[in-house]
């Protein structure tokens, strides 16, 4: 039996969007507070931080930020929406070196597309959030901020991040239309970040992880490879630089199993079609006050990159 098609009002999706966007909103100005804020409390209001190393403080604020937005608005919004994502954390029944493949495509698609805003970096000096601990072991207080930021980075984030924006985001964003519901939440992914050259890597990785999710609807590819991902980032940045060559292998075997995957066409991915490009669901969305606030929100972010 086919399954009944629900029609709602323009009106009653833009009230939807709305309710993902004041969780997005909030979800936004946390990280932005803590990624521009810290720097300028550590320089004019040092004794805020009660004699403890702000970078580690801000590390530890930072985490509980994102798990505070995703068991408090995101799940607020997800009741209110009767959104069940219980079901979305089902074994899809994939094997290991299937996910190992999709995780080696998804490292080989972030190095390629990382690379076209590392140049504009350069160019225009875009400021990021350096920490110059990484990889640094030679005290106590560097072990415990490289352990914790290893913590963020490698673990809470990527999982965090899979079930906001896939799972909640996506999942809503999909009752209008599967692909579009890929493509926009890429869309909002992107505007999370806190700068352009962050954004559009995080446009194109969204967008593959939100098809791996849509292909096994299932949030376990998609966290296996966001964390592999983020493994895989750090590992290069801690690697010492006696090490040179290692990361060159690394990368040169990634790209080769990324390769024979796709030339033995052992992975098939629904990445888009022409209804993602729905003229009418992107009006509804982009003319949704809670995203017309994260848009602002991400451009006033993308100019304090330069100064702050």
Same mark, same amino acid.
């Given at each position: 039996? !086919?399954?009944?098609?629900?029609?709602?009002?323009?009106?009653?999706? @833009?009230?939807?969007?709305?309710?993902?966007?004041?969780? =997005?909103?909030?979800?936004?100005?946390?990280?932005?507070?803590?990624?521009? &804020?810290?720097?300028?409390?550590?320089?004019?209001?040092?004794?805020?931080?009660?004699?403890?190393?702000?970078?580690?403080?801000?590390?530890?604020?930072?985490?509980?930020?994102?798990?505070?937005?995703?068991?408090?608005?995101?799940?607020?919004?997800?009741? @209110?929406?009767?959104?069940?994502? $219980?079901?979305?954390? @089902?074994?899809?029944?994939?094997?290991?070196?299937?996910?190992?493949?999709?995780?080696?495509? &998804?490292?080989?698609?972030?190095?390629?597309?990382? *690379? +076209?805003?590392?140049?504009?970096?350069?160019?225009?000096?875009?400021?990021?959030?350096?920490?110059?601990?990484?990889?640094?072991?030679?005290?106590?207080?560097?072990?415990?901020?490289?352990?914790?930021?290893?913590?963020?980075?490698?673990?809470?984030?990527?999982?965090?991040?899979?079930?906001?924006?896939?799972?909640?985001?996506?999942?809503?964003?999909?009752?209008?239309?599967?692909?579009?519901?890929?493509? !926009?939440?890429?869309?909002?992914?992107?505007?999370?970040?806190?700068?352009?050259?962050? /954004?559009?890597? $995080?446009?194109?990785?969204? #967008?593959?992880? /939100?098809?791996?999710?849509?292909?096994?609807?299932?949030?376990?590819? &998609?966290?296996?490879?966001?964390?592999?991902?983020?493994?895989?980032?750090?590992?290069?940045?801690?690697?010492?630089?006696? #090490? +040179?060559?290692?990361?060159?292998?690394?990368?040169?075997?990634?790209?080769?199993? /990324?390769?024979?995957?796709?030339?033995?066409?052992?992975?098939?991915?629904?990445?888009?079609?022409? *209804? !993602?490009?729905?003229?009418?669901?992107?009006?509804? =969305?982009?003319?949704?006050?809670? %995203?017309?606030?994260?848009?602002?929100?991400?451009?006033?972010?993308? %100019?304090?990159?330069?100064?702050?």
């Amino acid at each position: 039996m !086919a399954k009944k098609t629900t029609v709602i009002s323009k009106r009653r999706a @833009k009230r939807q969007i709305n309710t993902l966007g004041i969780a =997005l909103i909030i979800y936004i100005l946390l990280q932005s507070l803590f990624r521009f &804020g810290a720097s300028i409390l550590a320089e004019e209001y040092p004794q805020i931080f009660m004699g403890y190393d702000p970078e580690l403080v801000t590390l530890c604020f930072t985490m509980f930020m994102m798990v505070f937005t995703a068991l408090v608005p995101f799940r607020i919004c997800a009741n @209110k929406l009767d959104l069940d994502i $219980s079901d979305y954390m @089902k074994n899809p029944k994939i094997s290991l070196l299937r996910l190992i493949s999709l995780a080696c495509i &998804g490292i080989g698609l972030m190095l390629v597309v990382t *690379a +076209i805003p590392s140049i504009f970096y350069i160019m225009v000096r875009t400021n990021r959030m350096p920490f110059e601990f990484i990889g640094d072991f030679t005290t106590k207080n560097n072990i415990l901020k490289n352990f914790i930021y290893f913590l963020l980075i490698v673990i809470v984030k990527p999982v965090l991040d899979e079930v906001i924006f896939r799972g909640i985001i996506q999942r809503q964003l999909g009752h209008y239309g599967r692909y579009f519901g890929v493509l !926009a939440s890429s869309f909002l992914y992107a505007l999370s970040c806190m700068t352009i050259s962050d /954004a559009l890597p $995080s446009f194109f990785f969204g #967008w593959y992880l /939100a098809a791996i999710t849509l292909r096994y609807h299932s949030l376990r590819p &998609g966290i296996f490879i966001h964390i592999c991902t983020s493994l895989f980032s750090w590992s290069i940045s801690v690697i010492p630089d006696t #090490w +040179i060559l290692l990361p060159t292998v690394i990368i040169v075997i990634v790209y080769l199993i /990324a390769a024979l995957t796709l030339f033995n066409r052992k992975v098939h991915i629904p990445m888009i079609n022409a *209804a !993602a490009f729905s003229r009418k669901l992107w009006q509804i =969305l982009l003319s949704s006050w809670s %995203v017309t606030v994260c848009m602002i929100m991400f451009a006033v972010n993308a %100019v304090l990159s330069f100064f702050l």
